[in-house]
């Protein structure tokens, strides 16, 4: 082949794979501009006031909005009995959300330069910015204890599937009476089967608070198996109590938890079903969800819980009875991260 031909050819892949990247740059653009554009049949959004104080305009929800428009990814509330009717925007964009006691907890991305980057933001009732700190990694879980002084949030490090078995996650603590900042949930003293325990490869994500605003439960992680610890925060521990659990959520009167759980025999990329576990007695309770759920439910009363499956505008959110009966119900289209006020 002569030098002549191949620089012809180099030139020809070099005109053709930049055609490719300018299609992809465009069609990336296009998506992005359609996002911003009214979808025809959703939800009607408008901008307006929305706070997260409890009994004002009724028992309301207030959620990540994901219906395509200007909206989109705005914190929005509806009227509780009418979860998709319209819905008021805040102009406030949330990743991750979660509000207890008039205090909410807003994992944020900021835009600009050659890559994304993250905060955590703590709002008061009126969603004013209180104070902000720097993630390390992509946000993925985020509660407010229910009396407003903890927040907790969980952020992947290294954009690691969180449907893999090999990722890494960090799970940070404030208290936001005191200012106290717990980087990594990782510091904590870990009780194993009853023993000191400390490996490289611990893992937090998932934390539940009790309404003691000192227990929480969360997620441990560690030789390739997920563990359901309880910790506490004055004392800086965390003690295993039961194998094979993901993102636990506590009941409001603080007697069960439910959960994702790995079953065996099922797809790799749709592995979780959904649990409630009775604490005082260990026994476990498949919920009426036959479908892999990966989120950290809400409860919505003492009898019901929320949570999130794909939907075609980013998620839907779904309702399921805590006890095992009935079956699932789509709550409202369009919808992520809710908090039920009232």
């Avoid at 997260?52 to 990814?73: E, K, Q, S």
């Avoid at 969180?162 to 200012?179: E, I, P, V």
């Avoid at 900042?181 to 611990?202: C, M, P, T, W």
């Avoid at 065996?264 to 649990?275: C, F, I, M, Q």
């Amino acid at each position: 082949m002569t030098l002549q031909r191949r620089i012809l050819i180099l030139v020809s892949a070099v005109v053709f794979l930049a055609a490719v990247g300018a299609l992809a740059v465009v069609r990336a653009s296009s998506r992005a501009e359609e996002k911003n554009r009214t979808q025809a049949g959703g939800p009607p959004v408008e901008r307006g006031e929305v706070t997260l104080d409890r009994g004002r305009a009724g028992a309301r929800i207030v959620f990540r909005n994901m219906a395509w428009g200007p909206h989109r990814d705005e914190l929005a509330t509806a009227a509780a009995g009418a979860p998709d009717g319209p819905r008021t925007a805040s102009g406030v964009s949330c990743l991750r959300f979660h509000s207890a006691a008039g205090t909410g907890i807003c994992l944020q991305a900021v835009k600009g330069g050659v890559q994304d980057t993250y905060r955590a933001v703590v709002l008061d009732a009126r969603l004013h910015e209180v104070s902000a700190r720097p993630l390390a990694g992509i946000p993925t879980r985020a509660r407010v204890s229910p009396g407003g002084r903890f927040a907790a949030w969980t952020v992947f490090v290294g954009g690691d599937s969180y449907a893999g078995t090999n990722f890494s996650t960090r799970t940070s603590l404030l208290d936001l009476r005191t200012g106290r900042f717990d980087a990594s949930l990782e510091d904590f003293a870990i009780r194993k089967d009853g023993k000191a325990y400390r490996n490289a490869d611990v893992n937090f994500w998932g934390v539940t608070f009790a309404a003691d605003e000192r227990t929480f439960y969360a997620t441990l992680a560690t030789g390739g198996r997920t563990h359901l610890v309880r910790g506490d925060v004055a004392e800086r521990t965390v003690t295993t109590l039961r194998e094979n659990v993901e993102c636990p959520s506590l009941s409001p009167d603080g007697t069960r938890l439910v959960f994702k759980k790995r079953v065996p025999g099922l797809s790799a990329d749709a592995p979780w079903r959904l649990y409630a576990l009775d604490l005082a007695s260990m026994r476990e309770t498949p919920l009426a969800e036959d479908r892999s759920v990966d989120d950290q439910v809400v409860w919505r009363d003492g009898r019901t819980v929320v949570y999130s499956l794909p939907g075609d505008f980013g998620a839907d959110l779904y309702t399921v009875p805590a006890d095992g009966t009935g079956a699932p119900v789509r709550l409202m289209a369009s919808a992520l991260a809710p908090a039920f006020l009232g």
